[in-house]
Antibody, heavy 119, light 108 residues
Framework: EVHLVQSGAEVKKPGESLRISCKAS????????ISWVRQMPGKGLEWMGK????????NYSPSFQGHVTISADKSISTAYLQWSSLRASDTAIYYC????????????WGQGTLVTVSS | SYVLTQPPSVSVAPGQTASITCGGD??????VHWYQQRPGQAPVLVVF???DRPSGIPERFSGSNFVDTATLTINRVEAGDEAAYYC???????????FGGGTKLTVL
């Protein structure tokens, strides 16, 4: 059975760095893209970007380019989303989702990671 | 960038049919996917490629897509269907996903 298990909730201060993770199991990690999706409190879903675990090729939404970094370690079937300097406006739930290479939807999602940024 | 427009809310009585629309320029030429997100939970794919259902999704969920509007239809609505529903397409020009703003389905 496919599982995407994300790291736990985080509370950080503005300006701090953070990396959250998404560990895949139940399938070949290098056979699917991983996308990251943001959901701000009470709001809808926003696509942030994706990574190809085979070669770590990434593609970012312009709204997030330069503010976050998506990476992956195929040796441990884990994708990451990281910030070098958090803002209060980064407070949100972040989801990872898996996508087959020839498909354009997320067929399995992680449970979400709540990131709270507050001074 | 490509824009998808959904009504903020739809209400329906139990046992009736709910229709949730997703508007976009020439959306009929794209594949549309739908997600259900119950409160406090992660999104779940309920319809992909306009009208296909993943395994485990009831036949009560169906989809269509014509010209400028895609529609998610839920027949014989149950209390457990109360959730937010999001449409999504792939923008081939940018290679990005695009989500609609979401529709909150209320079961009266």
């Amino acid at each position: 059975e496919v599982h995407l298990v994300q790291s736990g909730a985080e509370v950080k201060k503005p300006g701090e760095s953070l990396r959250i993770s998404c560990k895949a199991s139940g399938y070949s990690f290098t056979s699917h893209w991983i996308s990251w999706v943001r959901q701000m409190p009470g709001k809808g879903l926003e696509w942030m970007g994706k990574i190809d675990p085979r070669d770590s090729y990434t593609n970012y939404s312009p709204s997030f380019q330069g503010h976050v970094t998506i990476s992956a370690d195929k040796s441990i079937s884990t994708a990451y989303l990281q910030w070098s300097s958090l803002r209060a406006s980064d407070t949100a739930i972040y989801y990872c989702a898996r996508r087959e290479y020839n498909k354009n939807y997320g067929d399995n999602w992680g449970q979400g990671t709540l990131v709270t940024v507050s001074s | 960038s490509y824009v998808l427009t959904q009504p903020p809310s739809v209400s329906v009585a139990p046992g009736q049919t709910a229709s949730i629309t997703c508007g976009g320029d020439h959306i009929g030429s794209k594949n549309v996917h739908w997600y259900q997100q119950r409160p406090g939970q992660a999104p779940v794919l309920v319809v992909f490629d306009d009208s296909d259902r993943p395994s485990g999704i009831p036949e009560r969920f169906s989809g269509s897509n014509f010209v400028d509007t895609a529609t998610l239809t839920i027949n014989r609505v149950e209390a457990g269907d109360e959730a937010a529903y999001y449409c999504q397409v792939w923008d081939a020009h940018s290679d990005h996903w695009v989500f609609g703003g979401g529709t909150k389905l209320t079961v009266l």
